[in-house]
């Protein structure tokens, strides 16, 4: 068999000179031995897909309360899909494909029960005890600190490549701090594939909205003329519109700003990886449409609200009557009682923080829920 080194290099040479190489540069927190067989990157894969936090997605809300249906999205089933998009793109653009996913795998690993009202009411809890809670730092915590792999290193200690794909994750750079790499910018895209493509599909299962409803928005309209075409779903259809512009866009995009080395994508002003003028115009309108006919729907708004309840109604109790699992966290993590309550409460899923509600709150508390 092949040394771990010689399969590392003949694998660099297939990539672009723009992608991070795949043994990394940065190395981990703490230093490791290397594995005999895997890829640096491919381990962080393993120690996220293993990960405690990582089997919990399978029971949060996406949109739609988790187990209100066999077939909608919960945050592991979104997490899959973006890692496969991810994977694709990468391949498809010669970047490394095993940082891609990891940054894929790992990205709503912060994400609290009940969807983004259930982060509303976490974060609207902690401000009151002079913290803030977001779902991206979140996930940059749970594999920093909250997971455990060793006893010798705090969280899962990745790759550094991977924590900055995380910390860059959707969010705005600092006027001191380098751009995103490729491989973390095509994630931040192939997140939002993957959620216009399937809450339109969510949204359809559910009769939130019809076909002829969405066909009023160009890309979808244009997706649907291709779905004709192809004999394919309207998903699949608006994936292939979605990825295509991007790949288009983003070789145009490194060939104007010379794009040669890693360092030149840190260097640069402005996001490589990127859609069309027109095709971000058009998503621009397909998410107010979604915004409006699900996200803000009664119906679904009404099911999330309860969680809101719920999540504000355990913080206040936890934080009064602390269990022992939180003040282990508490211990464990050095921080302070409330942000042990809210690390606590934002890995449970939908309906564990339910039955926690059950049976810990009193019956006139439990009655307004």
């Excluded at 899909?81 to 010669?94: G, H, M």
């Excluded at 809450?199 to 291709?226: E, H, M, N, Q, Y």
């Excluded at 060939?255 to 069309?276: G, H, M």
């Excluded at 809210?342 to 810990?360: H, I, P």
């Amino acid at each position: 068999m092949e040394s771990l080194s010689d399969r590392i290099s003949k694998a660099n040479s297939l990539l672009a000179p723009y992608a991070v190489p795949l043994q990394g540069t940065l190395g981990r927190m703490e230093k490791e031995v290397d594995d005999e067989t895997r890829f640096p990157f491919q381990r962080d894969r393993d120690r996220i897909i293993h990960a405690q936090a990582f089997r919990r997605l399978q029971g949060k809300t996406q949109v739609f309360v988790a187990g209100e249906g066999d077939h909608y999205r919960t945050r592991l089933t979104h997490t899959m899909e973006v890692a496969q998009l991810s994977r694709d793109i990468a391949r498809t653009l010669s970047l490394n494909e095993d940082l891609a996913e990891c940054i894929a795998l790992a990205h709503d690993l912060g994400h609290p029960p009940f969807a983004h009202m259930g982060e509303e009411a976490l974060n609207a809890w902690i401000q009151k005890h002079g913290m803030t809670f977001e779902h991206n730092d979140q996930s940059l915590r749970v594999v920093t600190l909250l997971e455990e792999h060793s006893s010798t290193s705090a969280g899962l200690n990745l790759n550094r490549e991977v924590l900055d794909g995380l910390k860059k994750h959707q969010s705005q750079r600092s006027v001191n701090d380098a751009a995103p790499s490729l491989e973390a910018q095509i994630v931040n895209l192939a997140d939002e594939i993957a959620y216009s493509a399937h809450d339109c599909d969510d949204g359809l299962r559910a009769g939130l909205f019809t076909i002829k409803d969405l066909s009023v928005i160009p890309l979808i309209g244009r997706g649907l003329v291709l779905a004709n075409a192809r004999g394919t779903s309207l998903r699949g259809a608006l994936i292939h519109l979605l990825v295509t512009d991007l790949y288009a866009t983003t070789d145009v995009s490194l060939a104007n700003a010379n794009i040669r080395t890693p360092d030149d994508v840190y260097a640069a002003s402005e996001p490589l990886a990127k859609f069309s003028p027109d095709v971000s115009r058009e998503l621009k309108t397909l998410h107010a449409f979604l915004h409006s006919n699900m996200y803000a729907n009664t119906r679904v708004r009404d099911a999330n609200r309860q969680g809101q309840e719920i999540i504000t109604a355990l913080c206040d109790r936890f934080f009064a009557d602390p269990p022992l699992k939180v003040l282990a966290l508490q211990k464990r993590t050095g921080g302070s009682l409330p942000e042990a309550v809210k690390d606590y409460v934002a890995g449970m899923t939908d309906m564990y923080a339910k039955t926690q509600a059950e049976s810990l709150l009193p019956a006139k508390k439990k009655a307004m829920l």
